[in-house]
């Protein structure tokens, strides 16, 4: 079958000058790209890779991580992107994890990154000059990549994701956002998550011009405002909730997402943004995306209305060759408009957890109701059918019953996001000494003149008492993932961080 770096080997033969890569050391056109990408799948082949071989990729963004993910593509095989950024330790646990038996990386990072297994120098190793590879394409229930749960519940473990399960998820993600040629994709997500995948690689696929910025001037809205004007970029792939929300709670920053065409969310709960009033920040089309890493990043897609309906968290359809079920315990479908856990199927589903046989067995199981082989992933998650397709209402592990009533926390975060000085907000769950669960809102903003006596007054306009949070912790920033998640367990002990 086809993989991605054929794609970029058919856009090298047909617009040799077409820009690929956009980064802060030059632009890289699509025949260098392609040129790149063969030589150092020709590497590969000589240091032994072949299907199943797993590889980790330690470079910093730029044209060598992308080029040596697609390389390792070429070859039938799989990579692990790591973030050069993340301790070593985390790394090399990760590496041991994932089963991986080569490093590629550059001799810079290499004295740090002794990660007991043998390292290939992208920088200083030559190819073996012998001409194309043999037997282009990629089997396609071989491994393609691995990817790491981010860790909420437990340590991360390492998912197994197949060359069908990718090439079926891109392809289907190129054609559903309309990326071509006149594309400019701005690539947010930090390598080593599976959304970094999706950033670059759909558009390399369309045959896009993918800009790689600084992280740091990502990290930062002006910048981040800056380079989406200075680079036209007329998409967003890969933005989390939690990144708009703070987008938007920047007075000083006016149309930052000018000449955006597309902004697909994912993540999280993109319902307290758009309690918010946060629609109007995005221009163009905002799609909500929903799926975990185990089912291949993306299951449904939503395109949000310029009107939203604040009070539900839509998720939408699924996308081709995928099944969305809404099950009982007993994994009974539930009538439409009843919540029951979320179980996905089709070809996203991946192979399980490398490793452990019995978590894969609990969280992968036989679907009853589909053909002989076929499997569900139960997501943990909970939702109903309504109108629009799958509604969001929360995690089966993260349910919350204050007073006997059923919380949502995005609701309480959407009505404190509406208070003109709030900027950001997450709510999380506590117990007293007496053993009785209450609400904390951790809150960011020009607030040092508002009282709690004012935000509660505020909540009490929309919300009912058992809504309304006990004590509002002020921070100077709420703590996100790496991924760029609102980091709720560092929340947990309710005190600033």
Known sequence: MRTVADDIAAH???HPGRVALDTPAGEVTYARLAARVEEIARLLRARGVRPETVCAVAVEHGPDAVAAMAAVLR?????????VSQPRDRLASFVRSAGARLLLTHSHHAPALELGIPAALLDHEQPPPDGPLPDPGADPRALAYVSH????????????????????YLRDTATAFGLGPDTVALQMAPL??????????????????????????LLRP????????????????????????????????????????????????????????????????????YGPTECTMTTTRHDVPAAPDPTTDLVGTPRAGTVVRVLDA???????????????????????????????????????????????YRTGDLGYWGPGGL???????????????????????????????VTGAVVTPHTDDLGRVHLL????????????ATLRRHLARTLPPHLMPRRFVRLQTLPTTRGGKADRRALAGGRPV
């Open 75 to 83: 070859c039938g095989a799989a990579f692990l992107a790591l973030d």
């Open 222 to 289: 002006a910048e981040f405002a800056a380079t989406v004007r200075d680079h036209k970029v007329t998409a967003l792939l890969s933005v989390t909730p939690s990144f708009l929300t703070h987008l938007g709670g920047q007075p000083d920053l006016t149309e930052p997402l000018a000449g955006v065409a597309l902004v697909a969310s994912s993540g999280e709960s993109l319902r307290p943004f758009l309690a918010a009033g946060g629609r109007s920040l995005v221009p163009g089309r905002l799609v909500n995306q």
């Open 12 to 14: 090298a033969l047909r």
């Open 391 to 421: 509604h969001y209402t929360g995690r089966t592990d993260r349910q919350l019953k204050i007073r006997g009533y059923r919380v949502d926390p995005a609701e309480i975060e959407g009505a404190l996001l509406s208070h003109p000085g």
């Open 192 to 217: 080593g998550y599976d959304a970094s995948i999706r950033d670059t690689f759909v558009p390399l696929l369309a045959g896009a011009r993918l800009v790689i910025a600084d992280r740091a001037r």
């Open 441 to 452: 809102a951790h809150v960011t903003g020009a607030l040092s003149d508002t009282t709690d």
């Open 330 to 376: 007993s994994l009974a479908p539930v009538p439409d408009g009843t919540v029951g856990e979320v179980c996905l199927g089709g070809t996203g589903v991946t192979r399980g957890y490398r490793g452990q046989p019995a978590r894969t067995a609990a969280a992968f199981v036989p679907d009853p109701l589909g053909p002989p082989g076929a499997r569900l």
């Open 149 to 168: 749960t981010s860790g909420s519940t437990g340590e991360p473990s390492a998912v197994l994701v197949e060359h069908a399960a990718l090439d079926a």
